[in-house]
């Protein structure tokens, strides 16, 4: 059985660095972003919902999304971002679970990694067996996005603030990863986690012991929350790969 872990984090948290390290570790990391970016694709059905909904002035001369405009409508307007993840996220899912499917056919002991920036927000963690959330200062943050993207302070803190608040994030994580630390330090942890889960999936995967990595106060190690014998798991709660989670 394969083991599905969403993972998301802040902006400017760490998360894709994390991504990588999970893919280095063997895991197959399956990435909404660019899942949002193929659902768009020059003539696909939701590029013309969208062109529909915003205006033909969203779509570049080349027939793509005008990534940047839009960004700045919906960072501007909570209703316009609402109307645009209504548009975007049932495809995106319905894309990440034909790849997660074929993954686990292929592979059946996979570690299927989501890198997901909205990923509890998108309401797709409900989906997950490990929830793990990369967690940094803001002021790591903001010197990071200064840094990558060339954002003022001012800006920077706009689009952190404008997130769901980390506090909330940490009540979903099962795990939680330190982007903060230097990088060796956070390949250690992402090894760990890749260990303890591949013990999960194994048949005493039940009484293997649980080292603590971090976690938002609910004592939880890189195996995941030890269940209750008579309290379903997240994987039986879940709806199957092919239908909508």
Do not use: W
Request: hydrophobic fraction near 45%.
């Amino acid at each position: 059985m394969t083991l599905l872990v969403g993972l998301t984090g802040g902006i400017g948290a760490g998360k894709s660095t994390v991504a990588g390290l999970f893919a280095q570790a063997g895991a197959r990391v399956i990435c909404a972003d660019q899942l949002a970016r193929d659902v768009v694709a020059p003539g696909s059905p939701a590029l013309k919902e969208i062109a529909h909904a915003f205006g033909a002035k969203f779509i570049a001369a080349d027939g793509t999304l005008d990534r940047a405009q839009m960004a700045a409508r919906v960072f501007a307007e909570p209703a316009a971002r609402k109307r645009l993840e209504g548009i975007l996220h049932p495809r995106i899912r319905e894309r990440f679970q034909q790849l997660a499917a074929a993954i686990a056919a292929e592979d059946p002991a996979a570690v299927i990694v989501y890198d997901a920036p909205v990923l509890i927000e998108a309401g797709a963690h409900a989906a997950m067996d490990r929830v793990v959330v990369v967690a940094a200062d803001e002021k790591t943050q903001v010197r990071r996005l200064a840094t990558r993207d060339g954002m003022s302070q001012e800006n920077a803190l706009a689009r952190i603030r404008a997130q769901m608040p980390l506090a909330e994030k940490l009540a979903h994580a099962d795990h939680v990863l330190d982007g903060g630390l230097p990088l060796e330090r956070v390949t250690a942890q992402v090894r760990e986690l890749m260990r303890e889960f591949t013990r999960a999936m194994s048949p005493e995967g039940d009484d293997a012991s649980a080292t603590l990595v971090r976690s938002g106060g609910k004592a939880r190690g890189p195996a995941g929350p030890r269940e209750d014998p008579g309290t379903p798991t997240r994987r039986e709660l879940k709806k199957p790969l092919g239908g909508d989670a």
